[in-house]
C-alpha cells in the first residue's frame, strides 16, 4: 500500500478529513491537481458549529484574532444567534484561502504526504482496495491505497469514475462573485433582496470588498472562464444604482443554484465528502461548513476501522448520519433559493415567514439551522435532550486544574466523562481504554441549574463531540455504547 488512505483535493473538507485520519494515527496521502493554492475564497466565514470544531482541535487560534457575529440570516430574513444561548457566534470576514492555509499547515504538521501537481485520472476499486491512477510531475502512475476518497467538488472526478448516481435539479439561475478594490460600499452581510434580484457586500479587509449579485431570470450560460468584470458591473448598477465599474477585481466567478446530493457517500471502498457529494446555492455559506463537518463525521470512522478496533459496518453510520444532513441541507438551500430569488409571488411567504422568525421556538429552529448546530444522530434511545446533539462546551475541574469538554475532545477521541467520580463506572469502561479517555471530573457550572449537564453523573462523547450516551437517561447500558461506536473492548 502507498497509503491506508488517499484524499482527493485539497480544499476545507480534505484538508480536515486528512487532519483527522492523521490525528487518529492513520497514514495519509492527499492529493490535489493545483501546484499552489489560489488565493480565491469561496467561503468569507465559518458557521458556530465550525468555529466550535476548529476549537475542538485547537486550531481556532490559529485565525488570529477573529471579527464574529451573531447575525445571519435565513434567505435574506435576518436571524439572531444569541436565540441559541451560549454565546455562540459566527467567524466573519475569513476568506476561505485562510481557512485552507491553516488547515494545510496542520496537516503537514502532522505528517499528512501532501502532493499537489498531482491530478486524479481514474481507478479500480478491487474490493481488497482501490487503484488510483495519477498524472503528476513525472509523469502517470498507479498508486495503492485501502480507502479512497473523493473531495474533489461539484464535479468531482472521483465521483464520476466511481460510478456514483448524483440526482437533482439543474442551475436555474446564474449569480457572480467579484471581490474588488478601489470603491467604498456599505456592508450587507445580510442577503438583501431587491426588486429585481438579491446583492451582498463584505469587507475582506485590505481595501477589498466582496460583492455578491444575483438577477431574477438571469439563466446559467456555458462559460470557459470567469465572467468579464464589466458584466458584473452592469448587472450590479441595473440592480442597485451604483456604479462600481471602475473597481479593480481581484477575483470574479460565476455560480448557479444548482441542487444535487450522491445517493450513497460509500460505494465499496471509495466515499465521498464535502461538495463531491452534494452542491447547492451557497446561502448562508453552508457549503463549507457542511464539507468540514462531513470530514469530522467520517474521520474517527474510518481511522478505527483501519486499526481493526471497529467492524466495517461502522462506516455506515458515515452515509446514515450525514446524508440525511446533506439532504436537509438542500431543503433548506432551496427554499432560501426560493425566498432570495423569487418574485412577486413569493412575497406572502417571505411575509409569513419574517412573522413567524418574530416567535422565539421559530426563531431558535432557523437559526440553529443556519449555525449548523441542530443536528442530531441516532445514538439509540433515550430521554436525555443532549443524547444525538454536539454538547456545547462546559467548563470543568480535572486533576485539580479548570479544563472543558472542547479540550478533552482535542486528541480526537471518544471521552468518557465520569462527573460522580465513579469507580465501577471507570471499570466498565476500563476494556475501551486504548480508544476512549476516562475523565473524572466536577463540572464549573455544578451550581448553575441550566447547566448543559445538570442532573447527569456521566456522559460518552464520540470523537466529534456528539453526545453518544448518558446517564441517566439512556435506555441502553454503556458498554453497549462503548461497543457501538468504539467496537469491542479488549
Known sequence: MDASVIVVGAGPAGLMLAGELRLAGTDVMLLERLPRRTGESRGIGFTPRTREVFYQRGLLSRFGELETSGQGHFGGIPLDFAVLGGGDLAARSVPQSATEAVLETWVRELGVDVRRDHEFVGLTDDGDGVDVQVRGPAGESVLRTRYLIGCDGGRSAVRKAAGFDFPGTEATTELFLADIRGVELEPRMVADRVTDGMVMVGRLGDGIHR????????????????????????????????????????????????????????????????????????????????????????????????????????????????????????????????????????????????????????????????????????????????????????????????????????????????????????????????????????????????????????????????????????HHDLPMALERWFGPGR
Request: no cysteine; hydrophobic share 40%; charged share 25%.
Open 211 to 474: 460583492v455578491i449579485v444575483g438577477e431574477r431570470g438571469a439563466p446559467p450560460r456555458r462559460r470557459n472562464g470567469p465572467p468579464p468584470f464589466a458584466e458584473v458591473a452592469d448587472t450590479w448598477k441595473r440592480l442597485t444604482g451604483i456604479d462600481i465599474s471602475t473597481a479593480e477585481p481581484v477575483w470574479v466567478s460565476a455560480f448557479g443554484d444548482a441542487t444535487r446530493q450522491a445517493t450513497e457517500y460509500r460505494r465499496g471502498r471509495v466515499l465521498l465528502a464535502g461538495d463531491s457529494a452534494h452542491i447547492h446555492l451557497p446561502a448562508g455559506g453552508q457549503g463549507m461548513n457542511t464539507g468540514i463537518q462531513d470530514s469530522v463525521n467520517l474521520g474517527w470512522k474510518l481511522a478505527a476501522v483501519l486499526r481493526g478496533t471497529a467492524p466495517p459496518a461502522l462506516l455506515d453510520t458515515y452515509h446514515s448520519e450525514r446524508h440525511e444532513v446533506g439532504r436537509r441541507l438542500l431543503a433548506n438551500t432551496r427554499a432560501q433559493s426560493l425566498l432570495l430569488l423569487g418574485g412577486e409571488e413569493v412575497q406572502p411567504l417571505r411575509e409569513t415567514l419574517a412573522e413567524l422568525a418574530r416567535y422565539d421556538q421559530a426563531a431558535r429552529h432557523l437559526a440553529a439551522k443556519a449555525a449548523g448546530l441542530d443536528i442530531r444522530y441516532d445514538v439509540g434511545g433515550g430521554t436525555h435532550p443532549l443524547l444525538g446533539l454536539r454538547l456545547p462546551r462546559v467548563d470543568l475541574h480535572h486533576r485539580g486544574r479548570p479544563t472543558s469538554t472542547a479540550e478533552l475532545l482535542r486528541p480526537g477521541r471518544g471521552v468518557l466523562l465520569d462527573l460522580d467520580d465513579s469507580t465501577a463506572l471507570r471499570n466498565r469502561a476500563e476494556p475501551w481504554r486504548d480508544r476512549v479517555d476516562l475523565v473524572t471530573a466536577e463540572a464549573r457550572e455544578a451550581a448553575t441549574p441550566a447547566g448543559p449537564l445538570d442532573g447527569a453523573y456521566a456522559v460518552l462523547l464520540r470523537p466529534d463531540g456528539h453526545v453518544a450516551w448518558i446517564a441517566p437517561g439512556s
